[in-house]
């Protein structure tokens, strides 16, 4: 099939809002805010910086010139260079991971639009039983997945950029509202100086370990998704410059969601939880007191899932553009294959907030929930092991002489000292410096 055929970006402004939408999505806004306010402040950020540079940034350099070389998916992308032999289950690994976290954001997503609407008509119902309410997750659920289709069932440029092109504008313009009404709030400084005041003593291994896999999720990047999207480019585009400018808007609009989010805590004399709670429980605290917090709230929430659709889209394309590619599928059917699969691995996610005491307390996990246990594997450890292996492919498989041809392509000082140093990178250092964070994940070694 051509390239033309399985479709292309319409430019190269559409590929980079399309990529960008990917990674900006809850990991950025939600996500990162609270890790950082409690891994150290500005200390996790310069940490976070330093992981997206040196190591997230080459993989996703490797990862499009891989995409763009093929115009395939991941499995074809591999099988291209290697037909044969045990390299096609990385692929494999890909697709899987891209369904299997599609079915929990998802979830995630549901819960951000359907708080839009509890904002909005200033419904009173907590958190705890919005989610154990199963026919509203469910409803949900099915609401959200049906826009990810919707999307994706358009095909590249029909749907893919075409709401890109729509969607991605709308975020920073709706943040940075946010961002001002929240630092005018009385107060609001004492959250800036806890987001950001710098403090070293926390940073162990536990703490790079977060910060890495913070880079892998939020970029996107461990699963194929910038494969996927790389193999949609023109030989002609310039990787380097496209890609970084990706990275770069993501980590300015992670920067943003903080200010957004602490001082209009700190300001409401709440204290900055964890995780759900602080999306879903302190923030609604906070829009019900405050004045004009029904309109902010529902902005909020708008775009949360506005940044949640853009991503969830990248994370379904991955499996049909396999289907496509591999299974020579009709996307329209590919889409709703894997909408359906879906759908029936989210069941025990959405069943995990207190619904099912078996989901939400698996027996053979202290303290996991199933959900819990689903972003464990497929969020914190098969997206780096992804990216490790990658790497190694990339540099030592197909070899970094026909890497570094097709980044050229489209920019040809690239050939200089900056393929030198990209190719030391992705050949020796993401593969040691993945590794060695694997061992202090698995307890193998200690800080
Ligand atoms: N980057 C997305 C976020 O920050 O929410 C999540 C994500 C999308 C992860 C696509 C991986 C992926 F392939």
């Keep these: 099939m051509s390239s033309n055929t399985r479709g292309s970006w319409g430019s190269r402004f559409g590929f980079v809002l399309a990529a960008a939408g990917s990674a900006v999505g809850l990991g950025h806004i939600w996500r990162f805010p609270y890790v950082t306010g409690e891994n150290g402040g500005a200390a996790f950020v310069i940490l976070y910086i330093l992981c997206v540079f040196m190591i997230g940034v080459p993989i996703l350099f490797a990862e499009l010139s891989l995409g763009r070389h093929s115009h395939k998916n991941p499995v074809g992308a591999i099988k291209a260079i290697a037909p044969h032999g045990v390299w096609k289950y990385l692929g494999y690994l890909g697709v899987a991971t891209g369904l299997f976290i599609l079915s929990y954001y998802t979830l995630i997503a549901g819960w951000t639009f359907g708080y839009i609407f509890k904002t909005l008509l200033q419904n009173p119902v907590t958190f705890d039983d919005f989610s154990t309410n199963a026919p509203l997750n469910a409803l949900l659920y099915v609401i959200f997945l049906l826009m990810t289709i919707g999307v994706v069932y358009g095909g590249i440029r029909g749907g893919i950029e075409r709401w890109s092109k729509i969607l991605m504008p709308i975020l920073p313009v709706i943040l940075i509202f946010i961002i001002i009404y929240s630092l005018t709030l009385e107060g609001a400084m004492e959250g800036v100086r806890f987001y950001l005041r710098p403090d ?221 140093m990209w190719g030391i990178v992705i050949k020796y250092i993401c593969p040691i410096v993945i590794f060695f964070v694997f061992l202090f994940q698995t307890g193998l070694l200690t800080w």
Excluded: C, H
């Design 200 to 420: 070293f003593s926390v940073i162990t291994g536990e703490t790079i370990m977060i910060a890495l896999g913070q880079a892998f999720f939020a970029n996107s990047l461990g699963m194929g998704a910038m494969i996927t999207y790389g193999s949609y480019l023109d030989k002609k585009e310039n990787i380097i410059a496209a890609g970084t400018t990706v990275v770069a808007f993501g980590i300015v609009i992670s920067f943003l969601a903080g200010f957004a989010i602490f001082p209009a805590v700190f300001a409401m004399g709440k204290s900055p939880a964890e995780g759900a709670a602080l999306v879903f429980v302190i923030l609604p605290e906070i829009f019900e007191a405050m004045p004009g917090g029904l309109l902010i709230g529902t902005l909020f929430f708008l775009l949360l899932a506005i940044a949640a659709l853009t991503s969830a889209i990248s994370l379904l394309e991955v499996p049909v553009a396999f289907l496509i590619d591999e299974r020579k599928m009709r996307r329209k059917v590919a889409t709703w294959l894997v909408g359906g699969i879906t759908l029936i691995f989210g069941i025990p996610s959405a069943l995990s907030f207190g619904a099912s005491d078996f989901f939400s307390n698996l027996p053979f996990w202290t303290d996991q929930s199933f959900f819990g246990m689903m972003d464990y594997i497929f969020g914190s450890i098969a997206l780096p092991l992804g990216g490790m292996l990658f790497s190694i492919f990339v540099a030592w498989r197909w070899g970094l002489v026909g890497a570094n041809k097709e980044i050229a392509l489209g920019n040809e000082t690239f050939l200089g000292i900056q393929s030198k």
